[in-house]
């Protein structure tokens, strides 16, 4: 039976882009010629946190060929095509897009990179049809499900067991009994403020907290009152989003010191994190006449100067740190390399070519999107457990609101929400098929 | 009655320097002849955190005299003398030093400066002797003090109230029912490695957590048990103790990109936590021969040389950013500023006397101590509220056990843990004493 509160189902995932993050040699890869193994997958995947869940880890790489096919045998459609350009929203169908930091500096050190954004084939928003897909196989699988029915507490008996919900609908609240086990996946907590200005103070107000309505942390704190433990509450996904046009990949983001901070072809994602925490608060994209154009998502121009020093001033940067920056990055960039922070040579290119631009990225002056990814510990077929790590029994967390294999604003790479929400659902959901049944005497 | 699974009581405490950070004027500020006030000490505290409890702040801020004269009552001796000297661990038994970061940007742009660690009048550790005072306060009170007595486990009764503990004492396990309520003063979880490792895992391996051997979290856990609420888990004070010698201060830290990255200035937690942050890593202190002592704790030289520009060749730092960011600096410095981060005048010194010397200061290689700030959610008067902001009736929690005044790793100040844990204590304490006693039917 799946309850679900809204009038429709698919959460934040039906409204999203609609990339899973997958690898390890997919279809897609393979005829787009990208080479990936799951080993290399796993290098990778480790980097992006300081605490990874290896075993979560370990299996989702292992397995996500697998899970790709399992997507295309529900009807999922994906193209055997790459989208090269980077971007935030990719705009078109193609299978494939370079969707983290896996070309970047340190990470292509440890892993060999390999594009693992697979989008489902569709332009623009492709979340609609992957959940319109995994909706069928729901209602051919007859599965009961009933909308509009919100779930108020579980119901937690003998040992901590839990035995059921208590659910409104039409009017009525109702104990549902569970005999296998109850699954809570009801997103994250983005839209709740109070649990947002606990765990992540620095966001409030600065940075818009995207999702849907429903993101509201309910079934984290019905997960916690039937003693899940959450974990990783204060790790979020933070993007500025200042590309595309990819060509500012080009530029250089500075702080309130003038000074470079970042390898700036890294994902958004990263770059966020590294922006909001710079001393002083101000951040600032450098672009040349060259690599200049107006970002997408609307941002605004600090200052224009005819050369590096007028810029400098003008934005009241110390003296002649800018211009020292700009010199060692140009340098470096004339020989390909950028000794800083390693940023590729393809998005090397010196700043020479008057007008020069500030866009203005302050953290709480440019826009700044995030969203949690802190959620219940659960066990890779999603059983969640207590502070002391036991078993709730009964109990089974999916999505947001466990805390799976995206759990860093700095190596956040998209498609990993909605693959690690599918990949360990899917775990959860076979888990608690699986389960003895519980039957409690004379029940 | 006090539960003590020690064999001597105190924890922490009574093995620490023996700071409070008390102010708004307090006997041994106005002997000193600093001005401070229940307001300017407040403005200060409210910087410390992204996440300040305004309510807690406010009360501390305005009987923190109070507070003093009620330790003067018992017996507490406090000299009315300054220690000027930058410093880790106060040698003298001087009443008072600048425990935080008062003095330095940005914090003393919304506050006037003014030192508040007070130190108990003995020389080296005084955590000892202000424990014996409290000791004997205890004592003289009439309170039964049983040590070696675990309590294992909180009790739990109708309604989620706390009715007493389990103890194991002398090998035998007692129920012992609490009339008014139950206080956790057990510490915070440096010594709990899962904990640690959990919530702030890139400290793992790096830094070297200290307490006592009773800061495992079990009061933590405990109160979780309850339905205590955890908050800012992850949040902890780091040191990176790099002075004295207090010269140093005039010294420059840099990343392995060569940039300057906080005020020297700034207390060695704030610059800790700034220092274990670094993109690439590499840390390094450089000096000049006028500057150059050896740290106290125990560092080792990275490099030297006869010029900045070798030192940079030697410690393999891009090629021109360490000589310009020296450039820079000396340039200020001979003005008497520091435009990046501005230092205090009194730090500001070119450094400009060969040789120059780099001191190993990476996070993972030099040597940085941590311990954990975060702890139960409580009201000022100890009460332990759960996630959804409730009270866990008769359970009520203080010092590392809670998370109250520090809170934050780049706000820390000394005193504030052993001034926060006396304060709320104290409030704790006559909360507890003052509830409307428990007597359920029959008992």
Known sequence: MV??????????TAIAAGHLYLGGGTRVQKACGFEDSADNMFDYIMQCADDPDEEKARLYCDRSVEHFDWLVSLGVPFKDSIYEQRCLMQ?????????????????????APAPRGH???????????????????????GAEIRYDASVLTLVVGEGGRVAGAIVRQDGREQAIRARRGVILCAGGFAMNESMVSRHMPHLVGRAELIGNPY??????????????????MSEYHITLPFYPPASLTRGILVNAQGQRFVNEDS??????????RQPGGSVYLIADD?????????????????????????LGLPESMLQHTVEV??????????PLFHKQDEWL??????????????????SYMAFTLGGLHTRPDGEVLTTEGRIVPGLFAAGRTACGIPRSASGYASGTCIGDATFFGRLAGRAAALATPWDPAGA
């Open 3 to 12: 309850l679900e509160r809204a009038s429709g189902g698919g959460g934040t």
């Open 91 to 111: 705009p078109t169908d193609d299978g494939l897009i370079w969707s983290g930091n896996e070309k970047a500096w340190p990470f292509r050190e440890k892993a």
């Open 119 to 141: 989008k489902v084939a569709q332009e623009d928003d492709a979340g609609p049809l992957l959940f319109a897909k995994l909706h069928q196989a729901v209602e051919a699988g």
């Open 215 to 232: 993101d509201d942390g309910a079934g984290i704190q019905m997960g916690m009152a039937a003693r899940g433990a959450p974990i990783h």
């Open 267 to 276: 994902y958004h994602g990263r770059v966020g994190e590294a922006a909001c």
């Open 290 to 314: 060259a690599c200049f154009g107006w970002p997408e998502m609307g941002f605004e121009l600090a200052e224009t100067a005819e050369t590096i020093a007028e810029l400098e001033a003008a």
């Open 329 to 338: 990055y140009n340098r470096g960039a004339r020989q390909g390399v950028d």
């Open 349 to 366: 290119a010196p700043l020479d070519h008057p007008p020069f631009a500030a866009l203005e990225c302050s953290f709480g002056k440019a």
